[in-house]
Structures are given as structure tokens and as C-alpha cells.
């Protein structure tokens, strides 16, 4: 890393590159939330055509 400026902060690059880091890790973990929601709601759609499917069947 490089060394600090007159101020003594660290330079501009670090801090871009943390906010980069903390905007991709928000992406990815709303991505992986849509993903499980989506997954769940094919999960239950699948439980709820079977369940009409049986009953055809047996009724």
C-alpha cells in the first residue's frame, strides 16, 4: 500500500477500491437472496401442481 498523503490519510485508491469492494459484496448478496426467494418459489409451485395433480387423480 502506498504511504500516507501530507494529511497522513491514505491515498484516494484504497478507499475506492474498499467501496468498490463493499458495493460488489451488496451485489452478490442481493443476488444471492433473489436467488433463494426464486428458488422457494418454484420449490412451492412444483409442492402445489403435484398436490392439484393427485387430486385429479383421485378424485
Request: charged share 30%.
Amino acid at each position: 500500500m502506498a504511504p500516507p498523503n501530507d494529511a497522513g490519510h491514505p491515498p484516494a485508491r484504497s478507499n475506492n477500491l474498499s467501496k468498490a469492494a463493499a458495493v460488489l459484496g451488496a451485489a452478490g448478496l442481493l443476488l444471492y437472496i433473489m436467488g433463494v426467494k426464486r428458488r422457494h418459489r418454484l420449490d412451492n409451485e412444483r409442492e402445489t401442481a403435484e398436490a392439484r395433480r393427485s387430486e385429479r387423480r383421485d378424485g
